[in-house]
C-alpha cells in the first residue's frame, strides 16, 4: 500500500464533503472507451476510467469441450495486473486481487449468458471454440474491476469469429465467419464505503481507504447478473440495495456508450 | 454447468416442496461438533445437509511469512479447499482460481468481527477443508470458521454464520442443494454478523430483479437465525 497514513485520514474525514478530485459521492470519472486497438486480436478494446487504464483482447481457439456441456463453447477471463501499471503490482503468477477480478468479470458474462456458447460448437464432442478474454492493466487508478468489465465486452461485442480452412485449421489472415454470438450487455459497477459514506467510481486513494466495497453487474432489462462484496467490513442491507441501484442507473449510461463505441466500429 | 438439465430435476418445486421434501425457506439439517482437532488451538466440524466441513485454528502465533507482518494486528490467513474426494469427479489437489478467490472472500467475512488489534505483529491460520461438497461449501465453511475462532478464545464482537438464497423454477429458497446449485437459475451466499445481521459477504451470480435481490436479503436475514443457535448450542455443550 502505497498511500500514506496523512493522506488516508484526508480522505476519511473528508469524503462527507467533498472527494479530493471534487466530483459528487455517486459521479463516475470521464470514461472513454476505443475499440479495434489490436489488429492481431479477433477483438479488443482500450477503457479509460479517469487515469485507470486497461486493455482487453479477445483470442479464439479451436478445443475440446468439457465433458458436461459437449456442444457448448468455452469462455476463460484471465487478468494480468502488470508491474508497469503499478509500484503495487509485482510480476509473477495471478494473485488474489487478480483473480478474484478475473472471477467478477467472467461471472458477469457467463452467468448474463451474454455469450450463447451453444453456437460455438463446431463438432458435438470434439471441437468448440474456446474465447478467451485477457485483460491487462495499464495503468492503476482505482476501480479496475469495472473497466474491465467495460472492456470485455466491448472487446466481446467487436470480436470476429476466424475462419477455419479446409485442412481445420483456423485462418489468421484476416478471414472472418462473422460476429460473436452475442445476446446482452452486462456492465459491473462499483461502489464502496468510506467513513460509511457511499462513493461511486473510486480512484486508487479511495479504495484504499474503503472499509467495504461491492460489485453490481446488470444486464439490459435492469436485472442484476451478478454482485461481489470485498473489503474487511460489514455492510448493511439498505447500503447494498442502494449501491445496487446505483449500478442500475449508472450502468444505463456506460452501455449507451458501449454500443456507441461498437456503432462507431462497425461503421 | 452445462445447459442440458437431466429430466428429474427439470421440476425442483413441487406443491411449494423440494425435491429433498424441504419447504421454500427451510434449511437443510445442521450438526456442529467443536474441538474435534485436538493439536489445533480451536476447531469445529459441521454438516448442513450433506456438505461436510472441517475447520481448525491455529494460532494466534509467530506471523509467517515474515514480510508479510503488520505491526498494528494479526494478520487473518484463510486456506479453503475442497478435498480431492469430496465431489464426484476428483479435485486437483492444491489452490486453483477458485479456491483462491473463495479464501480471499471469505476472509473479509470473518476478519470485521475478530479483534486481530489484540495481537499486533501476529498470525492466526484458518484452514477449512471440505470433506464432502453438495452446494453452499463457502457458506458453510464460514459458519464452520466462526465456532472454531471461538473455541480458539479469540475475542469476537460477534459470531459470523452463512447460507445461500438462490431462484430454482422463479422462486426464492433457502440453503441450496447440489442439484438445484446445479440447475437453478441464481445463487446468491451471504454472511451476516449475530450481533446486528451485516452483511459481511455476499455474492450473486445468475438473475435477480430489484424486488428479488430486496426479498432475497430479508429471507437470509430471518434463514441465518437458526445458524447461529446452532454455533452457540455447539459451543455451550462443548463447555459443559
Not at chain 1, 29 to 43: D, L
Not at chain 1, 151 to 176: E, H, M, S, V
Not at chain 2, 129 to 141: L, N, P, Y
Not at chain 2, 200 to 228: C, N, R, V, W
Request: aromatic share 4%; charged share 30%.
Amino acid at each position: 500500500m502505497t498511500i500514506l497514513y496523512q493522506n488516508k485520514q484526508y480522505i476519511r474525514d473528508n469524503i462527507t464533503k467533498k472527494r479530493d478530485d471534487e466530483r459528487s459521492n455517486d459521479e463516475f470519472r470521464k470514461i472513454t472507451i476505443e475499440t479495434g486497438v489490436i489488429g492481431r486480436a479477433e477483438g479488443s478494446a482500450r477503457v479509460k476510467i479517469g487515469d485507470t487504464e486497461i486493455i482487453a483482447g479477445i483470442k479464439m481457439d479451436i478445443g475440446k469441450p468439457f465433458p458436461d456441456s459437449p456442444a457448448e463453447g468455452v469462455i476463460m477471463v484471465n487478468s494480468e495486473f502488470s508491474a508497469l501499471a503499478s509500484p503495487d503490482f509485482e510480476n509473477g503468477p495471478p494473485r488474489e486481487d487478480s483473480i478474484e477480478l478475473s472471477r467478477v468479470v467472467d461471472r458477469g458474462i457467463r452467468e448474463s449468458k451474454t455469450l450463447d456458447v451453444e453456437k460455438l460448437c463446431v463438432e458435438e464432442g470434439e471441437k468448440v471454440w474456446m474465447v478467451f478474454i485477457d485483460i491487462t492493466i495499464v495503468n492503476h487508478d482505482g476501480n479496475l474491476i469495472d473497466a474491465a468489465g467495460i472492456g470485455a465486452i466491448t472487446a466481446l461485442l467487436t470480436a470476429q469469429i476466424p475462419k477455419i480452412d479446409k485442412d481445420g485449421t483456423i485462418n489468421r489472415d484476416g478471414k472472418f465467419e462473422g460476429a460473436l454470438p452475442i445476446r446482452d450487455i452486462p456492465v459491473p459497477i462499483t461502489s464502496g464505503l468510506i467513513n460509511n459514506t457511499i462513493v461511486t467510481d473510486m480512484n486508487k486513494n479511495e479504495t484504499e481507504c474503503a472499509e467495504a466495497i461491492f460489485t453490481v453487474a446488470t444486464i439490459k432489462n435492469e436485472n442484476y447478473c451478478a454482485m461481489q462484496k470485498a473489503g474487511p467490513s460489514e455492510m448493511t442491507d439498505e447500503q447494498m440495495l442502494k449501491i445496487s441501484e446505483i449500478a442500475q442507473k449508472e450502468s444505463k449510461k456506460i452501455r449507451s456508450a458501449i454500443e456507441a463505441a461498437v456503432k462507431k466500429h462497425k461503421a | 454447468m452445462g445447459s442440458n438439465v437431466p429430466e428429474k430435476y427439470k421440476t425442483l418445486i413441487k406443491d411449494d416442496k423440494r425435491i429433498d421434501g424441504r419447504k421454500l425457506d427451510e434449511l437443510r439439517p445442521v450438526k456442529i461438533e467443536v474441538g474435534v482437532i485436538p493439536s489445533a488451538s480451536g476447531s469445529a466440524y459441521i454438516e448442513i445437509g450433506n456438505t461436510k466441513v472441517l475447520a481448525a485454528v491455529h494460532g494466534p502465533k509467530e506471523m509467517f511469512p515474515r514480510h508479510m507482518i503488520d505491526e498494528d494486528k494479526a494478520v487473518l490467513n484463510v486456506r479453503y479447499a475442497m478435498l480431492p474426494f469430496s465431489t464426484s469427479d476428483r479435485v486437483r489437489p492444491g489452490p486453483s482460481r477458485r479456491s483462491n478467490e473463495i479464501s480471499k472472500v471469505t476472509r473479509h467475512a470473518l476478519e470485521s468481527v475478530i479483534c486481530l488489534e489484540e495481537y499486533p505483529a501476529m498470525g492466526i491460520d484458518l484452514t477449512l477443508d471440505i470433506i464432502q461438497a453438495d452446494a453452499g461449501t463457502r457458506a458453510t465453511a464460514i459458519t464452520a470458521a466462526s465456532v472454531a475462532l471461538a473455541h480458539a478464545g479469540i475475542p469476537m464482537k460477534g459470531l459470523v454464520a452463512a447460507t445461500a438464497i438462490g431462484k430454482i423454477n422463479d422462486k426464492l429458497a433457502v440453503d441450496l442443494n447440489g442439484p438445484e446449485d446445479n440447475f437453478g437459475q441464481t445463487d446468491m451466499p451471504i454472511a451476516m454478523i449475530s450481533t446486528n445481521k451485516n452483511i459481511t459477504l455476499l455474492q450473486m451470480d445468475g438473475d435477480f430483479s430489484k424486488e428479488e435481490f430486496k426479498t432475497a436479503l430479508s429471507m437470509a436475514k430471518k434463514a441465518i437465525g437458526p445458524l447461529f443457535e446452532a454455533q452457540k448450542a455447539a459451543l455451550r455443550k462443548y463447555y459443559e
